[in-house]
């Protein structure tokens, strides 16, 4: 554990360093890459998604959509996306339903079903410069957990 944060350091250190990375990252953007070792991976089922270039989180790729609307569906949200629908569900009860709450469930509860809508929580505030927004965690079965463990290891680099 303790190499793979030295190796995270090494590697955010070299980036910031490196002219590719002055030219390629908009001003006011910071990156920060960690490496996680086999036992820390997690695991995304893939997606068709359709991701803005400067971006590829579902949380922040979810919120720039309010940028243009006051409402959203959970339909309209998986049409502009494409998010697969499992993922899309966790994204949104994470910005909803969790501790930080940047958008309102419509109605409330802490489950996204099909018919709920949402709009931008305006009345949010954090004392905090940055925040994080938890993600709700994928419950992995034993075989899927294997299963990630053997394609990870089977990856040379």
């Known amino acids: 554990m303790f190499m793979d944060i030295e190796l995270s350091k090494e590697i955010n250190e070299s ?3 490196s002219s590719q990375a002055m030219t390629k990252l908009p001003s006011g953007i910071e990156l920060s890459v960690h490496v996680l070792n086999t036992v820390n991976w997690p695991t995304y089922p893939p997606m068709d ?4 270039p400067e971006l590829t989180v579902s949380q922040t790729f979810v919120l720039m959509l309010f940028s243009d609307a006051q409402k959203l569906s959970l339909q309209d ?3 502009a996306t494409r998010i697969e629908d499992n993922e899309l569900r966790r994204t949104l009860q994470s910005l909803a339903c969790g501790k930080v709450r940047v958008l309102q469930k419509i109605p409330e509860g802490s489950e996204v079903d099909h018919n709920d809508s949402f709009v931008f929580n305006d009345a949010f505030k954090s004392p905090l410069f940055r925040i994080k927004v938890n993600a709700i965690q994928l419950k992995e079965t034993v075989e899927e957990n294997a299963s990630t463990i053997e394609s990870v290891n089977s990856v040379s680099l």
């Open 49 to 52: 998604a359709r991701l803005p």
């Open 77 to 79: 949200i998986r049409d």
């Open 15 to 17: 980036f910031r360093q």
